[in-house]
């Protein structure tokens, strides 16, 4: 345990440099996350005979990608960035990845944001490919968790969004405190737990949008019950009841969200198919 303790001070987050731009696990365990779950969709069409061909879901990644990383960046500017005001001036500086000449990456991305730009790039993909926007949704629903399962293990990776102090044996020293992998705490619930309940639920489903109110709701619950363990914002702290997180306050109204959407479309689908799918 004492190694795994000192986990940090043994692990360089660079994978290793091409030249002079270095290359981190985290973005190889995002871009692995990426193709797992684009891999395991196109299997789920396949299996469960879907109908979504190969090159449209390929296709559709593409949108879906956009709005992520889009709807990721802005969410963080509008929920978390304290100089929200500065981008409304200085909208180029947004993507910009270099800081005083020297490339750093961009930084800062909110997970409820890349919901949203995830939301409307779906949409607009459904809509100009005719695709219908529900089953899109529901098949990403049970193929995104096992991709997500990774990008959190790349936060732990990268030695970011680290926990809050602890005594636990299995605790892990960040700058000479001893912390929850809090991270590792969301890749097992918000990743495999999600992935697992969701997959062999699918066949189940009594209406086309069940499974992505279903994912809404369940990663609300797992991400605000493993906020207790993430040590939130500095510059935020705890922006409710003296104890709730921004991501808290945001998975509420995610699970929210996610349950007035269940009602609406179960309502709907009872009105186009009186028996169900």
């Avoid at 961009?106 to 993909?125: D, M, V």
């Avoid at 945001?250 to 929210?256: D, E, H, N, P, V």
Wanted: glycine share 10%; aromatic share 20%; hydrophobic share 50%.
């Amino acid at each position: 345990m004492e190694f795994w303790r000192h986990i940090y001070q043994h692990f360089d987050p660079v994978a290793f440099t091409i030249g002079s731009f270095p290359v981190h696990w985290y973005g190889l365990m995002y871009v692995l996350a990426l193709l797992v779950a684009l891999f395991f969709a196109e299997w789920l069409a396949r299996h469960d005979r879907l109908p979504f061909q190969k090159r449209e879901l390929d296709i559709y990644f593409i949108y879906a990608e956009i709005g992520v990383i889009v709807g990721a960046r802005l969410g963080y500017i509008l929920f978390y960035d304290p100089h929200t005001s500065y981008y409304l001036t200085h909208p180029w500086q947004i993507f910009n990845p270099f800081l005083n000449g020297h490339f750093v990456g961009i930084r800062g991305f909110s997970y409820h944001g890349a919901i949203i730009g995830f939301l409307l790039a779906t949409w607009l993909y459904a809509r100009k490919y005719k695709k219908d926007f529900w089953q899109l949704l529901d098949l990403v629903a049970v193929a995104v968790p096992l991709g997500y399962f990774f990008g959190r293990v790349g936060n732990f990776l990268n030695q970011e969004l680290i926990g809050r102090p602890t005594d636990v044996a299995w605790g892990i020293d960040v700058g000479g405190i001893v912390r929850h992998p809090s991270q590792l705490y969301e890749a097992v619930c918000e990743g495999l737990i999600l992935f697992l309940i969701l997959f062999f639920y699918r066949k189940r489903k009594k209406f086309h949008g069940e499974l992505i109110a279903l994912y809404g709701f369940l990663y609300g619950l797992f991400r605000f019950i493993c906020e207790f363990f993430r040590e939130p914002d500095l510059h935020l702290g705890f922006i409710c009841c003296g104890w709730m997180s921004m991501g808290q306050l945001l998975s509420l109204i995610m699970m929210g969200a996610a349950i007035l959407l269940y009602l609406y479309r179960r309502r709907q689908s009872a009105q186009i198919h009186p028996k169900g799918l």
